[in-house]
């Protein structure tokens, strides 16, 4: 067997919400104060990074085969304190601007190794023609306990850095460990990939809506090399953003690490940029081992629901798949997908013990490390470990996949092994489907043909408060605006659970459908939702009961028409079992619609997983709960039948 591996390298990233670019990293969006204030200077002292080599890093790239770097790290020591200009406006308020320059360079990025914001204060990142803004970043969402940050890469040789301060902030930080010089460019002429790869936006990814989703690309190694992986989900289903990559990834601090979703072409196979990409930054480590070459990170900050990220299902039992896929960035390009339809086998790989995997369509390649590869029930069973990149393209590509059913148990410890963070209350689940955070749909007038889908819940509202962040401060104004199905219209809401609040008017001559239920498929449409200002409305409430489908059209419009007073919701454990009323008084019913089928036994933990009730061996197809012993707050229902385990979060108020 030849030597010449897949290596496969991980990056962690920030995340923005910016009103001026498509692409986003966690923040308030904004725009920088500078440009329109007419109170400061013109001139932005400027800052040229030395030069280097840039021909012997590519020789290198090619020779080692790690042409998924694309970026050089230059230390150095700047900041809020030794470099650029500050600006003291009229009213007290201050402003920091800097410029960096890296010659040739297609983009820089940052990297910070003290980075703390005072309440009020905002930092911004753009490029010199102003195209690219990323931010505001503010201390709300951008501090963490590292005091350490990393900003994604602004398309450009020149890089502006600014900071605003106002009068009553005190004791920002902002100091700049590295630059990274992009001699790769990222941004267009993607392709660099080999050429039997596939888009993931192709024909044979239209199956898999669900889990490119999950997926992303991260910058690791000083945010200069590409790596792959996606969020996990957990028994709990309570959205902690574990991030399932590969061992030998773990390169550099994970701390500043960006990961960035949604990074994939809106076309298939044209070479075309990808279109509106979301990223975090930072991670955690919670646990990995080299006998199966997996790494479960943390994520510093839960994606916003309107990010439209999912988290994929696993599936932890030895059993080899007939047919799946694996989702990646290899060569740091843009989404790709590989398809097997041969059964694969077990083989140790690099000391690692591996599933083997024989590609039908697409491949994996370096920069694809730590990818997800799903079995046949769309189920994540192991992430990309390497593979022998002289067989790319031919007919006896493969790869090699570590074993989740084996980084399962791990090394024994909770630091190498998955099932302590996955399954944390030790129900003995095998499996866990995908989920994803509750999708609002708010404000909206619908005319003619839409289709919403989730896989967890929908909200749907109107007259929600609406605003805009700025300079620290949010200005809302209620919208006045329903959510409304207009006359002629056709609507189909599918999830496995829906509210609908008041504010919403299906009028008389629409025809409006929703179904609560577990089967949702790609053509349902999966959407990724409003983005709620979290600012203006400090809680959405959500309530969830009931169950089965409910149909409005013509003058049948659910009491939501009329009076807009009442509020629908529903809620599918499973297609089967319906669990109401949520949120509930400590009495609730468990029904079970299929006759043949009987519970075997129903636990209900504590948010610490402390078994607080408990019942055995039942056989009615309705089961009242009784909890009064239980204190307000929120549980976890498991629900153990014919071998199958489902879980659902209770809250009792």
């Excluded at 204030?37 to 013109?42: E, G, K, L």
């Excluded at 593979?387 to 148990?409: M, Q, V, Y």
Aim: glycine fraction near 10%.
């Amino acid at each position: 067997m030849k030597t010449n591996k897949l290596l496969f390298f991980v990056i962690a990233l920030s995340i923005i919400i910016g009103h001026q670019s498509a692409n986003a990293q966690i923040s308030k969006g904004g725009i920088p104060p500078s440009f329109s204030s007419s109170a400061i200077q013109d001139s932005i002292p400027i800052v040229q990074m030395p030069s280097f080599n840039i021909d012997s890093l590519i020789q290198s790239d090619t020779a080692t085969d790690f042409s998924f770097r694309f970026g050089y790290a230059i230390d150095v020591n700047m900041g809020l304190h030794n470099s650029g200009t500050w600006d003291t406006l009229q009213n007290g308020d201050k402003i920091w601007r800097l410029k960096i320059s890296s010659a040739n360079a297609f983009s820089i990025n940052l990297i910070y190794d003290d980075f703390w914001l005072p309440e009020g204060s905002q930092f911004f990142v753009y490029n010199e023609d102003k195209s690219m803004i990323l931010g505001a970043f503010t201390s709300d969402l951008s501090n963490n306990s590292y005091d350490k940050f990393a900003t994604d890469l602004v398309k450009g040789s020149i890089t502006v850095l600014e900071y605003f301060e106002p009068s009553y902030a005190i004791g920002g930080r902002l100091s700049i460990d590295k630059v990274i010089h992009a001699y790769v460019n990222t941004f267009s002429g993607h392709g660099g990939s080999a050429s039997c790869n596939i888009d993931v936006s192709c024909s044979q990814g239209s199956e898999w809506c669900v889990e490119k989703r999950a997926a992303s690309m991260i910058l690791v190694d000083n945010n200069t090399r590409w790596c792959s992986g996606c969020l996990i989900n957990n028994v709990r289903q309570d959205l902690t953003p574990y991030y399932l990559t590969a061992n030998h990834c773990l390169r550099g601090d994970e701390s500043t690490w960006i990961f960035r979703f949604k990074y994939w072409s809106p076309t298939c196979n044209q070479g075309d940029d990808a279109g509106h990409w979301v990223g975090i930054t930072g991670s955690t480590v919670r646990a990995n081992w080299s006998g199966t070459d997996f790494a479960l990170l943390q994520l510093n900050a839960q994606p916003p629901s309107g990010f439209g990220v999912l988290y994929a299902g696993w599936f932890n039992q030895n059993i080899a798949s007939p047919s799946g896929a694996s989702i990646t960035h290899p060569r740091g390009d843009v989404m790709k997908i590989g398809l097997y339809n041969q059964t694969i086998t077990q083989q140790t790989f690099l000391n690692s013990s591996d599933w083997r995997v024989v590609w039908s369509q697409g491949t994996v390649e370096p920069g694809s490390s730590g990818g997800p590869l799903f079995n046949n029930e769309h189920l994540l069973i192991g992430q990309v470990h390497g593979g022998n990149t002289s067989d790319i393209c031919t007919s006896n590509d493969h790869a090699f996949f570590g074993r989740f059913d084996l980084s399962w148990n791990g090394g024994g410890t909770s630091a190498t092994r998955l099932r302590d963070w996955l399954d944390p209350d030790n129900t003995g689940a095998t499996s866990v489907g995908a989920t994803s955070p509750t999708i609002y749909l708010i404000n909206r007038t619908l005319t003619g043909t839409h289709k919403f889908a989730a896989l967890d819940h929908i909200h749907i509202e109107g007259e929600v408060i609406t605003g805009h962040p700025f300079f620290g401060n949010t200005f809302c104004q209620t919208s006045g605006i329903p959510f409304t199905a207009e006359p002629g219209s056709n609507v189909e809401i599918k999830a496995r659970s829906i509210t609908i609040k008041p504010g919403t008017h299906f009028k008389a001559g629409s025809n409006v459908r929703i179904t609560a239920t577990n089967d949702i498929e790609c053509s349902d449409n999966i959407v990724e939702g409003d983005y709620v200002n979290v600012f203006c409305n400090a809680q959405i409430s959500m309530k969830m009961g009931g169950g089965g489908s409910y149909t409005a059209s013509n003058s049948e419009n659910m009491g939501l028409a009329k009076n807009n007073e009442e509020e629908l919701s529903v809620v599918n454990l499973s297609d089967n079992i319906t669990l109401y009323p949520n949120p509930n008084s400590r009495r609730f019913e468990i029904a079970f619609s299929d006759s043949e089928v009987k519970f075997y036994e129903i636990l209900i933990y504590d948010m610490s997983g402390k078994i607080v009730y408990e019942k055995h061996s039942i056989t009615e197809n309705k089961v009242p709960i009784d909890i009064c012993h239980l204190q307000k707050g929120t549980y976890i229902v498991q629900i153990i039948h014919s071998g199958n385990s489902h879980t659902k979060k209770i809250i009792i108020n």
